[in-house]
Each structure stands twice: as C-alpha cells, then as structure tokens.
C-alpha cells in the first residue's frame, strides 16, 4: 500500500514505498515523482488590512472610495513604501480563508508580490475560477500536525502564528483558462500498480444508476412506485477524478450563478430562476459564511464523465440541476426554521440576556 509524506524523503516509486506529497524538484520541472505538481504558500496578509472584509458589498463601496488613492504596501526588510492601488473590477473580489472557518473577501491588490503573479495560476486570469486547496502544517515541538480543506484562497499562517504551511491546489489553469489536473499521472500509476482496478458502483444495485426527475415522474404516471434504476456501465479503473482532453483541459461544467438578495432571486446557469427567496435565509451563519452561500459554491462545478451519449449527458446534468434546486430549497428552509427557534428559545422566561454571565 503506498503511503505519502510531506518532504518527499526517503524511498518512493515502489509499491509499499512512500509517496512524497510534493517536491522542489518536481515543481521545477526536474522530476514527476511526487503527487501534486504544484505546491505554495498562502498570502501573509494582514486581518486588519482595509481591503479585506466579510461583506463584499460592503468591501465593494470602501474600495470605490479609494480608488485613485494609495495603500500601504508591506515589505519584508525595509519597512513600508506607498504604492497605488491596481484597478478595481466590481467582480474581481477574491474569497479568502484568515483562519479555519472564517471566510472572508479579498481584493487582488492586498495580495504582495510575488504570490499576486500566482493567483492566474490558483485561480484563473480573473480569480473566479474556483479551486480546492489542501493546506498542510507539519508536526512541529509542541503542536499537532494540521490538515485543512478549503475552496477559498488560506492565509500563510492559517495553521496558526509562526507555523509554516503548505498549500496543494487541486488543480491549475494555465494562461488560457484550461485546468491543469495538479495530481501527477507518476503518482496515479503508482496507486493502479497497488491497488489494481476497483469498481466504482452508482445505486443501491452494483449495475444501476439513480434515475433523472422526469424518468421519476414517467413512472409515477404510470403507476409505478419503485424508482426506475436504470444499467450504467461500471468504471474500473483508478482516476484522479478529473478527466481531461489530449490537451490537458478537463470536462468541467460550470454553472453562471447570479443572486439578488434584495428581490430575493437566484439564477443557475441562465436557465433556471429560484424566486422568493427572502432576505432573513442568508442570515443562518456557519462559520461567519451564509450557509447559502456555503450550499451554493458547493454545487458551482460538475465533473463530466468521458463514453457517455449526449442523451446521457443531458439527464445527467438534468439530475444535477435538479438536485441542486431541491437542495436550494431545503436550505432555505432550514435557514428560516432555525431562526424561528433560536428567537422562540429567546422569548423563554428563563433565557439568559447575550453576554450576561452566568
């Protein structure tokens, strides 16, 4: 069985040997054998830096009051120098990870040279690519080993102050827009040579896919109660997830989201509308984020699977569309209900005021 380390030391390659997670030789273009191609560190921005802020409309209207003016812009050695703020795009806006499960926004200009050179790479020419990013502290005197998963770009101390972090993008895009699959094939081979091939089953029934809504209700219509699985060929073998065309860019579907929280509308891939959706259903915070907003940067890509007819991929993307509304829906309500108790938890006699101490 293979197993990963973070520096890459040691024997790798064989089966039973360790696989280095990534390397510097491998990330110079010298070597493959390491699992991630790319690796690198968060931006060390400051928490207080005004370019930063939970709320991006609120961000949006502070940058338009400086635009022309001038930031600090911070230096390792000697001191800080003024430099002018880069142009701003109202929809140029960066989600950024501070701490663990404190999501905030970020403009491009607060990222410092020269990791500002990288986020084409991260996250595309324009940043609203999206990606996963695995951050990775090691063990250190007197702290555990720490292991974060994030769609947002973490910060260079996300593991905490002074511990030194790696970031592993899931994927990368090139000067194009194409995504770059950041797992090496060195490393996909190495994992097939143990582990063979393995089938990936969809269903309850080994040879049986879930059906699309519409095959749904074709059945109810004609007195049918049990859900109509349907056969799929069975894939066997070990992949990185991410299939890719002989020039390297992936089957990605991803969906145009456009939200209105004062009208109480959103919009998926400019096909389906979602109205009435009130304005108290994005107060339910997880974490400081909306748990919409959480739901909806969950459902934002589809992995497209190679072999299939275009009559399948259609129900296919049928299927997706239709569970990300029925998932929409329930969040929604989710989010009002609980709001509706915690205020009926507050109204109780014997409910203690915020902050009060016990």
């Known amino acids: 069985m293979p197993r990963t380390t ?30 991630f191609r790319h690796y690198t560190s968060g931006p060390p921005i400051d928490v207080h830096d005004p370019r930063l802020d939970a709320d991006p409309a609120t961000l949006t209207e502070r940058l338009r009051g400086h635009s022309g003016q001038t930031w600090r812009k911070q230096r390792d050695e000697d001191g800080a120098e003024d430099a002018p703020m880069r142009p701003f795009a109202p929809d140029g806006l960066i989600e950024f990870l501070p701490r663990p499960f404190g999501r905030c926004y970020l403009h491009p200009s607060a990222v410092p040279e020269p990791m500002v050179d990288e986020l084409p790479l991260l996250l595309g020419h324009d940043g609203s690519a999206g990606n996963t990013f695995l951050v990775l502290a090691l063990e250190g005197r007197g702290v555990h080993p720490f292991v974060h998963a994030t769609t947002a770009l973490p910060h260079a101390q996300l593991a905490g102050s002074g511990r030194r972090t790696v970031v592993l993008p899931r994927h990368t895009f090139d000067p194009k827009g194409n995504v770059r699959d950041n797992i090496s ?59 890719h065309d002989d020039d390297g860019a992936a089957h990605l579907w991803r969906l145009r989201m456009r939200v209105d929280k004062a009208e ?85 006699p014997h409910a203690m005021p915020a902050g009060q101490p016990e």
């Open 6 to 35: 973070p520096t890459g030391q040691g024997p790798t390659g064989e089966p039973g040997e360790e696989l280095p997670l990534f390397t510097a030789a491998v990330q110079a273009g010298r070597s493959d054998q390491a699992i």
């Open 185 to 243: 094939t060195w490393a996909l081979e190495r994992f097939r040579e143990v582990y063979g091939s393995l089938p990936i089953r969809h269903g309850h029934d080994p040879g049986s896919i879930p059906p699309s809504l519409s095959e749904v209700r074709a059945a109810r219509a004609q007195g049918i109660r049990r859900r109509p699985y349907r056969k799929a060929t069975t894939d066997r073998s070990i992949t990185s997830r991410i299939v």
């Open 264 to 348: 109480g509308w959103i919009e998926i891939d400019g096909r389906i509308r979602v109205d009435g959706v009130p304005a108290r259903a994005w107060d339910l915070m997880m974490g400081g984020r909306s748990a919409l907003d959480r739901m909806i940067d969950q459902y934002k890509e589809m992995v497209l699977h190679p072999g299939r007819s275009a009559k399948e991929e259609r129900l296919a993307r049928e299927r997706y569309l239709d569970r990300f509304v029925r998932t929409l829906r329930r969040v929604c309500r989710l989010s009002l209900e609980t709001q509706r108790i915690q205020q009926l938890i507050g109204a109780l």
